[in-house]
């Protein structure tokens, strides 16, 4: 009897050697977590996420003619694709007058940090009954850079063939749970002079701001803050032309949202 053990565990052994897979490649997933063989994709990025932000919505109520803007922005997609709609807007309140501009945008995850986007825009003017766009083609990167600077690099191309070019970058910077200051910085360049829509050939502006808000909530915040913009070259002329400033500062309240 004894001398069948043996035997009889050598078959057990055999027979769970043929049975098992020939190498870890062909074993098949694990059925409670996703594949993780080779070449398949084992992260759960396939949930569709969105975001709604009113990022400024402010007046500078000292200032001829009331300025008021806004920037907001909503995108739904995972993570690794999405889709933007991006519009942003300023105009005088008390005359009615005012630009605007609307973009489309695909977005994909190139990097940890970047994802790189492509779509159009549409740029609008209205006053006085009047109404006018202009559409481009958009390219461009968005994103996270060292020390967490959010910054955002885009090149435009309207259907005339004129070439430009923003940087817009801006930090939040936590004093307390909830008081953010974030400093800001935008700047517009351009290939072309088109005289019609007020944009000189070389750099065009430089706009530096400073917003200090506080959450109360995290989805609602307040602010406080101030905007500096300061033209150069033909857009200054321009300016000055259409009777405005080539330089101007003014205090903003404002209040940001997102959910």
Known sequence: MLRTVPL???????????????????????PEYPDFRPGAVAAADQNLYSLALLDLFEVAPAA????????????????????YVKGEGEGLISEGVGEAEAQALYSRL??????????????TEFG????RARPHLVVGLEGLAPYFFEVEP?????????????????????LTQRLVAQPRLETNVAVQRVE????????NDIELGLRLRYEIRREIAPYVGVNWTTRYGEAADFARAEGGSASEANIVFGIRLWR
């Not at 190139?110 to 740029?123: H, L, M, P």
């Not at 019609?196 to 050939?201: K, L, M, Q, R, Y």
């Open 196 to 203: 019609d829509w007020s944009v000189g050939a070389g750099l």
């Open 128 to 131: 006085d009954g009047d109404l």
């Open 110 to 123: 190139i990097t940890s940090y970047f994802e790189a986007q492509a779509g159009v825009r549409v740029d």
């Open 64 to 83: 001829s003619g009331v300025p008021g803007r806004f920037e907001g922005l909503y995108r739904i997609g995972t993570d690794y694709t999405r889709l």
């Open 8 to 30: 009889v565990l050598i078959a057990v052994l055999l027979a769970l050697a043929a049975s098992a897979p020939a190498s870890a490649q062909d074993a098949p997933p694990f």
């Open 154 to 174: 885009a090149l435009f191309v309207s259907t005339k063939g004129d070439v430009s070019a923003r940087f817009t970058g801006s930090y939040d910077l936590l």
